[in-house]
Nanobody, 123 residues
Framework: QVQLLESGGGLVQAGGSLRLSCAAS????????MGWFRQAPGKEREFVAA????????SYADSVKGRFTISREKAENTVYLQMNSLKPEDTAVYYC????????????????WGQGTQVTVSS
C-alpha cells in the first residue's frame, strides 16, 4: 500500500507557473503507475496526466498537453506536475493517485489517492 501527500498548490495569475509535488510513502512506489487528476467545483474529477512505473512513458489530457509535464523521482519517492502557461480554467483541486498495472485515464482505475491541493488561477 502507498500513502500520498500533495503540495505546491496556490494562487497564481494567468500565464504563470506552479509545480505540484506528490510524496509517496512505502517501498513499492516504483511499482505504481502515478497520475494527476483535478476536480473543479460542480464538475467531475478529470484526468490530467499519468506516468509509467519507470517514468519512460507519459500521457496527458488534450487540455494540458504542451503546458504540463509529469515526472517522477525514484530516489525521492516523489511525482511532480510542472504546470506552465496556466489558465483560469485550470483552477481546481489537484489530486495525486496511484495504481497497479498499466497506465489509465479513469479515476476509478486508481486505488490510492492523496488529499488534494488547491490551484487557483486568476485572470
Amino acid at each position: 500500500q502507498v500513502q500520498l501527500l500533495e503540495s505546491g498548490g496556490g494562487l497564481v495569475q494567468a500565464g504563470g507557473s506552479l509545480r505540484l509535488s506528490c510524496a509517496a510513502s512505502g517501498r513499492t512506489f516504483s511499482s505504481y503507475v502515478m497520475g494527476w487528476f483535478r476536480q473543479a467545483p460542480g464538475k467531475e474529477r478529470e484526468f490530467v496526466a499519468a506516468i509509467s512505473c519507470g517514468g519512460g512513458s507519459t500521457s496527458y489530457a488534450d487540455s494540458v498537453k504542451g503546458r504540463f509535464t509529469i515526472s517522477r523521482e525514484k530516489a525521492e519517492n516523489t511525482v511532480y506536475l510542472q504546470m506552465n502557461s496556466l489558465k483560469p480554467e485550470d483552477t481546481a483541486v489537484y489530486y495525486c493517485a496511484g495504481k497497479n498495472g498499466y497506465s489509465g485515464r479513469y479515476y476509478y482505475e486508481y486505488a490510492y489517492w492523496g488529499q488534494g491541493t488547491q490551484v487557483t488561477v486568476s485572470s
